[in-house]
């Protein structure tokens, strides 16, 4: 398929395809049928002129930004070419730079500020908001509301069981590990001025709350959580069968949490303070239009943003309303501030308690952190093998 949509397909219709993340969980079992299918067939009914196809595919590196990459074909003119790609906001200036997208001349469709601002560079918007992710930490006690820094954290913890490990999370790789420690930067010195934290070396007071969260995985002699011995699923498990006190990470954990122990309770929730304080920071995912787009595509692409930021669309995939009935909610934090007063997010007690967190926080950066991140993900990794000198003096 070409970039432009001027032609139309043998049914008649306008052809348009839309690469959506796939970071997400799979709760019906289906590699994300149901949920293609709801999308496809409510956009199409209500745009009968267009042939919508919806990619949700695994196996899409939608952070490969690389010359002759994932991004750079998706959102390039070539056969591979979608004229919607979802992504993550931290990209933002690398496909601006590299002028992979185009400003979508829409207005704000209700998105809370913090992610409106990580769509949009030198006051040009580039994309339309609709996941946020936060890492947070779960447990099954409520003491861990009065926790104010990763010290007081880790002793809250302990406390819930002396014997059991205190906290489990998967810190593991060169995207995962730099992002917990710019969110413990921010949680140290305020999330104002995050970027400073891609600066090397690393921040001396940060490092001195920081591994204490990291190493507090360590059993005899080893991190499973910083090895790559546990993934995100077993770290989830262990968590939900009460092996861990705590479990750190993003919020849709929480369906692989109550997939694996159905019967566990809903945990208490905080926003995670893993360094001298406590600071919420997101991920900002956004809807970014293919520069080629332009004409009648350019308005396809913004109806199909208009209609991925409804209240309606938002709450099916957060309560996977397009799975069969009884299936766990993906607990994905929405952009859109009406989603958490809407049903069903308003009777939910943990979109509730989410709520707080969204509100207060403050978006990654979109610039600088992808030509970083190796850096400091190479220092990390250094400093959690013994040495010290990558830290400032």
Known sequence: MTTEVNDTAASGKVPFTAVLFPYIPDSAGDNFASLISYLESNFEQANPEVD????????LDLYDYSANGTLSKLLGSGPE?????????????TLVGNKWVQPVQMTNPGVVATA???????????????????????AFSSVIKGAANATNLLALLTSIAPNVTPLVG?????????TFYVDAWADTNGATGMAASFELPLNQRTMSFFPTVVNSCVSGGKNPCLDGTYDDQKVASLFANRKANGFIG?????FSIRSANPSAPLPTVISDPIGGGTHPTVFV?????????????????????????????????AFSLDAPAGTLPRYLLQASTAFYSAQPAASDPMYQAYWPIVRSAQAFPNTGFPQSRKDLNAALTAFFAGDTSVVAR
């Not at 919607?84 to 931290?90: C, H, Q």
């Not at 998967?170 to 730099?178: A, R």
């Not at 993003?250 to 929480?254: K, N, R």
Request: net charge negative; glycine share 6%; aromatic share 10%.
């Open 52 to 59: 919508l196809t919806v990619v949700i595919n695994a196996d």
């Open 81 to 93: 070419a979608a004229q919607v790609v979802e992504v993550d906001t931290v990209l933002m200036a």
């Open 116 to 138: 409106w601002e990580a769509a949009t560079l030198q006051g040009v918007v580039y994309g339309i908001p609709t996941y946020l992710c936060s890492n947070v930490v779960y």
């Open 170 to 178: 998967q810190y593991k790789g060169s995207w995962t590990l730099p």
């Open 250 to 254: 993003y919020t849709e954990s929480l």
């Open 285 to 317: 995912d956004a809807l970014v239009f293919n520069p080629g787009c332009t004409a009648g595509c350019l308005t396809i692409a913004q109806a199909f943003a208009s209609y991925m930021s409804s209240v309606t669309v938002r709450s099916t995939i």
